[in-house]
């Protein structure tokens, strides 16, 4: 089991930033690809970025590309979306979520909400 636990979200005016964290605990992420996912009201929810755990190789939607970082760090067993640039179509709720082959591990998400 994984548990995935987010922060850093919060509201913030279009063209700021945020950084969000997810803390995950459980067991060793070496083999795992961590995510980020978003659903904003009324959508499904969506991918926008992800990092392997083993190489820091790293993935992402293309509506966020240029704008949102992912990172991780192997000491804090910590990942992170560093969001610059943002706007108001980004707001919506972010979940971490951890793979080997699907993303069964998730977690209770983080509310961004970016006022024009």
């Known amino acids: 089991q994984v548990q995935l636990v987010e922060s850093g979200g919060g509201l913030v005016q279009a063209g700021g930033s945020l950084r969000l964290s997810c803390a995950a605990s459980?067991?060793?992420?070496?083999?795992?690809?961590m995510g980020w996912f978003r659903q904003a009201p009324g959508k499904e929810r969506e991918f926008v970025a992800a990092v392997r755990w083993s190489d820091g190789n790293t993935y992402y939607a293309d509506s966020v590309k240029g704008r949102f970082t992912i990172s991780r760090d192997n000491a804090k067993n910590a990942v992170y979306l560093q969001m610059n640039s943002l706007k108001p179509e980004d707001t919506a709720v972010y979940y971490c979520?951890?793979?080997?082959?699907?993303?069964?591990?998730w977690g209770q998400g983080t509310q961004v909400t970016v006022s024009s």
């Open positions: 459980g067991r060793s992420l070496s083999r795992y690809e």
């Open positions: 979520a951890a793979r080997l082959t699907t993303f069964d591990y």
